[in-house]
């Protein structure tokens, strides 16, 4: 499966800058660079100098003097890639550039695909197939919690995970497997209890694995947030207030906001996507409706709900909204009551908020959206409500959807091998169900994979990546 040939690519944002960083892999890599390489030491070759040393010089080719650049020499296998790698600093010039990836793929070498760099590393073992998607993730985390998702998956946490259960249960089904050779004998080698217990472990692992994706896609992402609520509450006024900008038209006319208006910011390291919905009431507007719709939509699809009251309102009417949002909400979702305009509110309405009953996902702030008062304690409260997960920080989550499906197949499994082991089925189904699971947890870092599971994971990569 691995190409032997020696690939180079521009490893830099594509453009204009100070300086740009050409890579070469291969086993002609060295021997290539040193081509077109010229040292203004005499006689100095770039074949003959050390792993993991710098060089300056010039890059010629046929008289033509292209610029002066560092040249970096990895030996293999001691290389991101496990192959010797030559990394050129050159001028950021686009034309340098270019110049420089032409007379290279001129000198023996070919333009690298997207993602073979990685690719390759993975293929060599550098890395497994989970830590290599998660490059991806590093390379485009915009935010510190995303970073820090991506890096810990890099550095192989949740690749761990799966490898601790692998060889677990590979044990078992080793014993199942040579009870088949002994049939006759009717002799047991696995003990069925330790089997059991073993099964409801890898079971509640799995499911807490694969739970977790919720909220790691919603880190990776952006967090949803849905602001709902009835017309005329502030929704867009507090969208406005967040964003510290004005997004959204106020207006005192009810119904203004008639779609679904969508932003993303950066609070405490963490990435907020905000939806400001249609505000909720029966009207026989066509277009109002469709709004309204999408806000339930929107609903569904977030993991944290701002359901935003007017406290000038009477409290039975506040109270009727929260118990409607209530019912429409799922167990993991997060409910933040936002009273808003405490400012002149109804006394006995925001006294009544204080006094009600909250469940574990559910938090209440008192703010003024137009004055911007007491915004921080609601930040505070969506920080708060995404930290109050069952998750804890030394936990794995999963961001990644092939990694979730996979789970979610691997989970199955395990469950009809406890449902086996429960019913007392032969050894020869349990095998099977217990091979299965193996299956898709090998998926996962690459121990079982095929070449168009490879094309699909890498062809999203940059090139020089």
Do not use: W
Not at 277 to 298: F, N, Q, V
Request: charged residues 25%; aromatic residues 6%.
């Amino acid at each position: 499966m691995l190409d032997q040939s020696t690939i180079c690519a521009i490893s830099t944002s594509p453009g204009m800058g100070a300086i740009a960083v050409i890579r070469l892999s291969g086993s002609e890599a060295v021997s290539i660079a040193g081509k077109v390489f010229r040292s203004p030491v005499p006689g100095k070759k770039l074949e003959d100098q050390s792993a993991n040393t710098l060089h300056f010089g010039r890059l010629e080719y046929h008289g033509e003097v292209i610029d002066e650049v560092v040249a970096g020499i990895f030996r293999s296998p001691h290389s991101y890639t496990g192959e010797d790698i030559v990394e050129i600093s050159c001028h950021g010039s686009v034309y340098i550039q270019q110049r420089i990836l032409e007379i290279l793929t001129e000198s023996g070498a070919r333009v690298a695909r997207p993602g073979e760099f990685t690719q390759r590393a993975f293929l060599n073992g550098k890395m497994d197939l989970s830590q290599a998607e998660a490059v991806a993730d590093v390379i485009s985390s915009s935010t510190a919690a995303s970073h820090r998702l991506a890096l810990s998956q890099m550095r192989g946490g949740f690749s761990g995970e799966i490898n601790q259960l692998r060889e677990r249960l590979l044990h078992f089904t080793a014993m199942v497997e040579l009870e088949l050779d002994f049939a006759e004998e009717d002799v047991e080698f696995a003990d069925r209890l330790a089997l059991r217990r073993l099964a409801t472990e890898v079971e509640q692992l799995l499911g807490k694995l694969k739970d977790s994706f919720r909220l790691g896609n919603a880190i990776k992402n952006g967090i949803p947030v849905a602001i709902v609520g009835e017309t005329n509450v502030g929704k867009s006024t507090l969208l406005n207030a967040l964003l510290n900008e004005e997004k959204a038209i106020v207006s005192e006319i009810h119904g203004t906001t008639r779609d679904v208006i969508e932003d993303v910011v950066n609070i405490h390291g963490t990435a907020f996507r905000f939806f400001d919905t249609a505000g909720l009431r029966k009207t026989a507007d066509h277009i109002e409706s469709l709004g309204i719709e999408r806000t339930y939509s929107k609903l569904e699809l977030a993991t944290i709900v701002l359901l935003v009251v007017d406290t000038q309102n009477p409290y039975p009417l506040v109270k009727s909204r929260i118990d409607k949002i209530r019912n429409r909400l799922s167990s993991g979702q997060q409910l933040i009551v936002v009273a808003n305009k405490i400012d002149k509110g109804n006394a006995d309405t925001i006294q009544q908020l204080e006094c009600l009953e909250l469940t574990g996902n559910e938090q209440r702030v008192f703010i003024a959206a137009k004055e911007k008062r007491h915004l921080e304690e609601l930040i505070d409260l969506m920080t708060h409500s995404l930290n109050a997960s069952s998750l804890s920080r030394e936990d794995v989550i999963v961001t990644n959807i092939r990694h979730y499906d996979i789970l979610k197949n691997a989970h199955e499994a395990i469950v009809r091998v406890i449902g086996g082991l429960d019913t007392g089925i032969t050894g020869e189904f349990l095998a099977q169900d217990i091979r299965e699971c193996l299956h898709y947890l090998g998926e996962i870092t690459g121990e079982i994979t095929t070449h168009e599971v490879l094309g699909h994971i890498f062809k999203n990569f940059c090139i020089g990546k």
